[in-house]
């Protein structure tokens, strides 16, 4: 899927993407003294992994059809009262679709997306509540729901590159996809956090509330760049997505990597699993009062000067 204004894609030049058997991986390795079990388990622990020629080869002749989709991203906004920054605005964010029906796990088809990402569309809406029921905030803040982020983060892209507001009048985002509230809330990590001022803001606001903001546990992982925060990064503005904090080694780690292994992009992300909800509501008032935070303050974000995500 791609977005239909040629103007708005990465690439001009034709592109596919598939998916391979994991049960025939060991088929594209094979003759290339490595495996799939191994370079699996180099993966697992944040190890390098080897690089190496395929001696395989696939040949696939690929029949396509092309449709036009319309889907839609919902926008609210909540008006700032400062007449000098009212025009300014803090995006809060996440993802509404998810991959709908599929290929049957134990016979269900229907891959619900509850953590990935209705806990963060919830999020959203919990935050627009307390904002509009709290003080008054300076600036002026945007409620996004993004579309297509499992296509590629069309929705989000195409948003921050034509906005419903002025494109330089957007100071931050704070996204939320798939924060996983699956153990007590004493730790957030922000992917981003190192990038831009929102880390020293998020800091200041965590400790006010008991909180502890951590290192991301799996920095290979590349969480920053793949959700639809960085679309917002790509056009020049400071933005945090935010998880429940964990380290490598301990209980929540292995909760964590069980989650991702068993559930994620899977049928059983569904209503039924164990999720903690008071400490999820616990994320909630931490990034509403960051956004709280940021609305109200004299200046806006800014890219620290050691970010590569600067624009000089």
Known sequence: MYLADPGLRDTNQPFFTATFDPGQSELLFRGSGHSFAELSALADDSK????????????AAIAATRSAVTSPNIV??????????????????????????GAPVKGDTI???????????????DIAHR???GPPLRRSILFLFFTAEEKGLLGS?????RPTVPKGSIV????????????????VYAPGQDESSLGGDARTVAAARGLEMVPDPLPDRNVFIRTDQFSFVREGVP????????????P???IEHDWRANRYHSPSDDLDQPVMKEEAVKLDGFVAALAAHVANADDRPQFLPGSIFRKD
């Open 131 to 133: 904002l509009k029921h």
């Open 76 to 101: 609210a906004r909540l008006d700032g009262s400062d007449p000098a920054l009212k025009s300014q605005v803090v995006a809060v964010s996440a993802h509404l679709d998810h991959l709908g029906i």
């Open 239 to 250: 933005a945090l997505v935010f998880k429940f904090g964990f380290a490598k080694g301990t």
């Open 48 to 59: 390098l992994l080897p690089g190496f020629a395929l001696p395989f080869r696939l040949k």
């Open 157 to 161: 892209s195409y948003y921050a590159r």
């Open 111 to 125: 891959y619900n997306g509850a953590m990935d990402d209705a806990s963060g569309v919830a999020t959203v809406l």
């Open 252 to 254: 929540q780690f292995a």
């Open 172 to 187: 931050a985002d704070l996204n939320f996809d798939m924060p996983l509230p699956l153990w007590p809330l004493k730790t």
